[in-house]
């Protein structure tokens, strides 16, 4: 069998395949013919939902459909916000700088977290973004 031939042997199978499909899909899909169904009601999270009929009064037949009682729905609203910290990476304050840590300790500066006036690398022995540790 030639190149050209299973070249078209496949195209004609998707094709039957994609036929196939969509009369399956026209077939599962809602005729015109007939009465529409009322969707389901829906009701937001959270909020109770409200029962669909009553004991006493029964539907006159199956193919009547009571209507649903009016929902009431109630929006809750919160504030996100995120609460994790991002380290700073920006370089220290020009004015503040610190020798060495017995210096940051003296003026009570002790320990330099990175990002705060005074932090330098230097200053952080095991790189964790704490400088002049205890």
Not at 30 to 58: C, K
Request: net charge negative.
């Amino acid at each position: 069998m030639g190149l050209l031939a299973r070249i078209a042997a496949v195209s004609i199978g998707v094709l039957i395949a994609f036929v196939a499909l969509g009369a399956g899909l026209e077939a599962c899909s809602p005729s015109d013919d007939g009465p529409r169904q009322p969707l389901p009601a829906t009701t937001a999270p959270g909020a109770s939902t409200p029962p669909t009929g009553s004991p006493e009064t029964p539907p006159a037949s199956d193919s009547e459909v009571p209507e649903p009682p009016a929902e009431t729905v109630t929006e809750t609203v919160t504030d996100a916000q995120s609460t994790t910290a991002e380290p700073e990476t920006s370089s220290p304050a020009p004015d503040v700088y610190y020798d060495n840590c017995d210096e940051a300790r003296a003026a009570g500066a002790a320990p330099l977290f990175v990002g705060e006036p005074g932090y330098r690398p230097e200053l952080d022995r095991n790189r964790d973004g704490v400088a002049c540790e205890e």
